[in-house]
Each structure stands twice: as structure tokens, then as C-alpha cells.
DNA sequence: TATAGATAGTGGTAATGACCACATTACATC
DNA sequence: GATGTAATGTGGTCATTACCACTATCTATA
């Protein structure tokens, strides 16, 4: 049951067919590692020009969904989690993946004029500048997971509020929805700390115990850092998950 | 000074291209978050039609260099560390960007019949089947570092001997010179752990010392399990970086 | 002066056609 | 039976052509 293409649509053509594959792919039309159509037969079958066919295998080939052998055929990637960048770097999105319920206490919500080690990272030459400060307590299941600190370095006149945030749950919807930017890259370190008595506090266990630190910039389409996040996270309680793939 | 595409090349053109477009940003003919020549301009320029100008800077976006804006341009990205995966997953390679000298002491080196957790890992069925473990101690500039526990599944008949390892440096080198098999994707997770007796003495560290674990499988081109890895870092001296690029 | 519209330049999408390179299979030959 | 070769099907590369969509700028108009 292959849905067809829409000429009309105003989404472009690969998009839609992409779109029909990747159903089918997690619809488990094929199992893993067999292959899919040729894509002369796609070419057949969606009345579309090969180029077009193409396009969309690569677009579910940097999605990970789809590989090529040479000779041999595009074949179907082994069922694992495919994340993009967004979901990678929701807390939320996290937590829901592993079950839990994702839950946040406030701490601190305001403009501020950042710190040095802020500035740097976002980096903001202005003096007069300021920054969007949110830091609060992450929950899964009401039971506390991490601290997580973000700095935001909004366009001028523009801000988010308290309310905002709690409506839609994630800043990044808020970026993209309200002022449409969208993250494109981030750089991510991981290092383990021990917990000061302050963060032993927050995330009810002893003072040093270890903690999982996650720093992160992101960079929106434009390449301006629009976002430096700390987030410390409970040793005990998370495994920090990421998957990789060859670019070349 | 631009060189030229060489048609008799068996270097494809787009990749060809490709290759000059990446030495000039390397070497800096573009400003960071500059544009480049224009997708017409490149034609004119290299003689060569759109698609495989396309293409070309296709390439290179994946790979983290530019990145495109419509209806604006093509553009420069900052100067970041640009890793594929095969970086990515080399201590050798990590140690070096870190501006030290990497060593390693061997701890267990030869074929055995793998446990439990080690067959699920590699999707291994056959209980027959063995695979090539190799412990060793990973030291920057003669410290220890992390402990790097290796399992790699071989292909029927093949090996890697210990002295081939010494004079390469490398496993993956090894992997794709000798066997034709390279890393495609990669799974990883990262989590905080203490140290046992035994691992704190190999490391010269207390026992009870906050470490950071490192656990991959590493998969083929063929989408095949190679190797299972885990590192165990010390906490007082490694920080995990990399690099996230939105896929869509 | 402010605004709306036209224009030019950029990347985005798409069809058509051709040929090359790699992997597998079938078949002819030794 | 073993071996080599041809045929077939797969993805890989490339040129040509056309038109669409977004951005910035210029220009005529209110």
C-alpha cells in the first residue's frame, strides 16, 4: 500500500517520497538489512525522474535510514534510534524516550548581563548585552535527574517569557516558532564532577557525590551561538546516549 | 590560485572539486561566515555544470564546512574541529589533538570464546564463534589515561596480530587496509562509574574514584557489528568532546 | 518621507539522457 | 568439475535545460 506523489503539493517531490519510504521503513515493510526498490523501479512506480529518486534515498541516508552498496543495491538500516539534533538536545524528548515523565522546578528565570565565561561562549562583544538566564531542575517521574543552566543570546527586542515556556514546553519550538531560527550545530563536552554541597541540595544526594556534566553551544542556521547549556546530571540515574555516522 | 579539474581523472569531478573548495577554506581565502563564489560562478569558473558544483558543496556541508542559505548564498563555517568518524573513535588520533604523546601497555591480547554481554552486543549467534579481545592501559605523554577494552568480531580466517597493531598504530587502519572494512556508524554512550580496586590500581588513582565509562559498537560499512569497545577515563583528566550537525 | 512594486542574484527542485563502475549470475569453455 | 567470460542489474557520475522561491536592492509612486 504505497501512498503516491503529489505534484501539486507545495511540498517538494523527494520530500514526499522520502516521506513514503521512511513509513514504510519504520512500518517494517522491509526487514533490516534487505534492500528496497531499485531506484529504477522507484523511478517506475512514483513517476519521478531518477535525480528526484535519488535526492530522497540521500536525504534517508544522512537520516540513517538507508545505506548503499555499489553494485549491489540501497538497503535498509538495522532498526536503532534515529535522532536528530533537536531531539538530541531536548531534555524532554530524552526523557520521554526512556519512559519517564519530564517534569522542571524553576530557579532562576531573567534577562541578565553574563558572566565572563558566558560571553566567550556566546560570543557577545557588546558590554550592554544581556542574556536570557533559565535554570532549573530537571524531573523524571517528580524524581530530580539533573540541573540544567541555559544561557540565551536572543535577537535584539526579542524574549521569551515564563509563561511562554511553560505552555509549549521547549525553548527551541519557542526559537523556531516565534523567530524561526532552528538549531544546526552544537559542540558538546561530557566530563564527570562531583557534586558540590549546593548541587547535592538540588538533586537530593550526598555532597560528592559523582555527576555526569554535559556542556553544550549551539549554533543556529546562520552559525550564530545562540545557546551555551550546562546541564549536571545525577550519576546514578543517566547514561548520556549518542550515535554516530560517517560523513564522507 | 585555483587549481583545475583534471576530466581523465579517475578522481571524480565533484570530488575533485571538492577538494580544492576544502584546501582554500582551510587555508583561509574565506572569512569565517563569508561567501563563496556562486553556484553559477563555480560553473564558469571549473567549467562544470550546476549538478556537480551541487554536489560538490553537497559534500562539503556534510562534512561540516559550509553551510547554504537561500536566496543569500553559500557560506563559511567557522573554523571548529571538524571530525569524521574514524577521528572520532581513535585514542591515537584524540590524544594528539590534545597536544599529547599517546601510549598504551597491553594487558590482554588474543582470540577467546566471548561472554554473554560481548555475543549481544555483536549480534554473535554462533556459540562457536570467537573473537579478538585487546586490553590495554591508554597513557598521554606516560599517564595513564583510561583503560580500553576491545572486542572485535573478524571475519572468518582473519586476524590481527599484535605486532601488526604496534607497527600500525591502529586497528581501524589495520581493519580497512588489510580487510577492506571500515566504520560507517557507531552507537556510543557515556556514564559516570567508580573505580574498582583493580581499576584504580591500573590507573594509579584511589580506589572509589569518579571515572567516566565509554561504551561503542562500532558498525561496517555493511552495517555489520565490528567491535565492541568500552574506555574507561579518569575523571580528573578527560573531558568528552564532539560535534552534533542537525541531519535534515 | 514612506511604501509598494519591479528586478536581479542567489540557492532549490525537477526532468531527460547518457555513460561508467561494481556485483552477481548464467553460460560457455577448458 | 573448474574456470573464465559475457550479460544483466545495481548504484555512481555528469551535462543540459528549465523553472520556482527567497533575499536584497532599486525605483516609482503615494
Keep these: 500500500m504505497s501512498r503516491a506523489i503529489d ?3 507545495i511540498i517538494p517531490k523527494y520530500y514526499q517520497l522520502a516521506n513514503i519510504l521512511r513509513e514504510q521503513i519504520e512500518n517494517g515493510t522491509w526487514k533490516a538489512n534487505g534492500t528496497i526498490q531499485s531506484e529504477r523501479q522507484l523511478e517506475q512506480q512514483y513517476n519521478l525522474s531518477r535525480p528526484t529518486i535519488r535526492q530522497a534515498i540521500d536525504l534517508l541516508i544522512t537520516q540513517g535510514y538507508l545505506y548503499r ?9 538495522p532498526p536503532k534510534l534515529q535522532k536528530g539534533i533537536l531531539e538530541l538536545t531536548s531534555f524532554s524528548e530524552d526523557m520521554r524516550n526512556r519512559g519517564l515523565e519530564p517534569g522542571q522546578e524553576f530557579l532562576e ?14 560570543d557577545i562583544t557588546d558590554p550592554l548585552q544581556k542574556v536570557l538566564r533559565i535554570k532549573r531542575i530537571r524531573t523524571g517521574n517528580d524524581v530530580p535527574i539533573g540541573i540544567q543552566d541555559s544561557y540565551l543570546n536572543l ?24 523567530f524561526g531560527i532552528y538549531p544546526a550545530e552544537a559542540d558538546e563536552t561530557l566530563e564527570v564532577t562531583l557534586a558540590s554541597e549546593e548541587e547535592a541540595a538540588l538533586l537530593s544526594i550526598p555532597a560528592g557525590s559523582p555527576l555526569l556534566l554535559n556542556e553544550r553551544i549551539l549554533y543556529s542556521q546562520d552559525r550564530k551561538a545562540i545557546e551555551f547549556v550546562s546541564i549536571l546530571y545525577r ?9 554516530l555516522t560517517k560523513k564522507v
Excluded at 69 to 77: A, C, N, P, R
Excluded at 235 to 243: F, H, L, T, V
Design 109 to 122: 528565570f531573567g534577562l541578565i548581563t553574563p558572566p565572563k565565561k558566558i560571553t566567550t561562549r556566546l
Design 7 to 9: 505534484p501539486s503539493n
Design 69 to 77: 552498496i555499489h553494485g549491489k543495491g540501497t538497503f535498509v538500516s
Design 155 to 178: 535577537p535584539e527586542k526579542k524574549t521569551i517569557t515564563k509563561e511562554e515556556l511553560e505552555e509549549r514546553g521547549s525553548i527551541y519550538v519557542i526559537l523556531q516558532e516565534k
Design 235 to 243: 550519576g546514578d540515574r543517566y547514561k548520556y546516549y549518542m550515535r
